[in-house]
């Protein structure tokens, strides 16, 4: 890619922030664990703004089920690998991006292989209750700066969106039931850790069904979910991410 077309894609971003502010964004190392609903739309924000360094964690492949709210989901994509989706879409918005997709499941047995603390960030958007905690609390004993998202299911009002550090989550039952399990077992976040959540929690209406390209995937849905709502908390965790490059 010549250096005036590379230029001209981070224009705007540079007109807001300036040429130094946008080349610190550049130089950030990120690691997002979770590409589904919320972190496919996270990564595309932060890619878009300048980000250039991008290891996307995620083990699951793109099911028909995912196409009503996750970025990386098409009629096209159904099957792959969803990091891999993932990586070859955000090569078409900056093709020098350094983006690592990693197949994978986060849990105690596999932590160690990711070397958190090699990132100035880590956001978290994975949706397991054990291994969203043990994310959090390694993730919070490294230098590097810690992002989670709490659920995204059961909502349909944009404007409930809020930010508040961990222990101040109100109203959000994955919020409820982090705290809960830490409380129990001793243990707590050695940073503070802002999270991204919405009071509201609605009930479904319509009745479930396992597509098989779930059970293929060891993936059925619980909960209905919504494209604006997992979107706008996605972008908002990359809004949280580039507003912290600007204050540094």
Not at 13 to 40: C, K, P, S
Not at 74 to 85: H, S
Not at 183 to 199: H, M, S, T, W
Request: proline share 2%; with cysteine.
């Amino acid at each position: 890619m010549n250096q005036d077309l590379q230029k001209s894609l981070f224009n705007r971003t540079e007109l807001l922030l300036g040429a130094d502010t946008l080349r610190r964004i550049g130089e950030q190392r990120v690691i997002l664990f979770g590409v589904g609903g919320v972190g496919g739309w996270c990564a595309e924000a932060l890619v878009r703004s300048g980000l250039r360094h991008l290891t996307i964690v995620d083990a699951d492949r793109v099911s028909a089920t995912n196409v009503n709210r996750q970025r990386v989901a098409t009629v096209r994509t159904i099957g792959q690998v969803k990091v891999d989706a993932l990586r070859e879409m955000l090569l078409e918005i900056n093709p020098e991006a350094d983006i690592h997709a990693v197949q994978a499941v986060y849990h105690d047995d596999t932590a160690e292989g990711f070397h958190l603390a090699e990132y100035d960030y880590v956001i978290d958007a994975i949706d397991s209750l054990k291994d969203k905690a043990s994310l959090l609390l390694r993730a919070s004993e490294t230098p590097a700066k810690v992002f989670s998202s709490m659920g995204a299911a059961l909502k349909l009002d944009p404007t409930g969106i809020r930010v508040a550090e961990f222990w101040e989550v109100r109203g959000c039952p994955l919020g409820a039931a982090l705290r809960k399990k830490m409380r129990r077992e001793g243990k707590a976040p050695a940073q503070k850790i802002l999270c991204v959540y919405d009071e509201e929690v609605l009930q479904n209406k319509g009745e479930e069904t396992a597509l098989r390209e779930d059970l293929a995937f060891n993936k059925v849905s619980h909960n209905g979910t919504l494209a604006h709502i997992t979107a706008l908390f996605g972008f908002t965790l990359a809004g949280l991410v580039i507003q912290d490059i600007c204050r540094g």
